[in-house]
């Protein structure tokens, strides 16, 4: 059974907008950070953002800065990624990730949901 379950991509034309979502089943949500990481066609697997226990220190890649939030909801165990101005480049599977550390979150996350793809058009 998947712990952490990604909702909302697809297909968007450049500058356009999508939000991801993230549920995580379970009641332990809050003892995680949670975040993003993509993968592009070709690509290594890499960090996106992340977002602290209770949501009040966000971390982001340098290319998104910007471009994308994200935010988390406890009472509702989810984590949403708003992405906005989005590029061809940003075309990648993204993964929703948890880790209870701020270190582990951002590089080498325990916990992985099997993602969700957003193709952005030119």
């Known amino acids: 059974q998947a712990w952490l379950t990604e909702s909302g991509g697809g297909l968007v034309q450049a500058g356009g907008s999508l939000t991801l979502s993230c549920v995580a089943s379970?009641?332990?949500?809050?003892?995680?950070?949670v975040g993003w990481f993509r993968q592009c066609p070709g690509k290594e697997r890499e960090f996106v953002a992340s977002v602290n226990w209770i949501g009040s220190t966000t971390y982001y890649v340098d290319s998104v800065k910007g471009r994308f939030a994200i935010s988390r909801d406890n009472a509702k165990s989810t984590v949403y990624l708003q992405m906005n101005r989005l590029k061809p480049e940003d075309t990648a599977i993204y993964y929703c990730v948890a880790d209870r550390s701020l270190s582990g979150a951002s590089a080498n996350p325990d916990y992985w949901g099997q993602g969700t793809q957003v193709t952005v058009s030119s």
């Open positions: 379970g009641s332990a949500f809050s003892d995680f950070v």
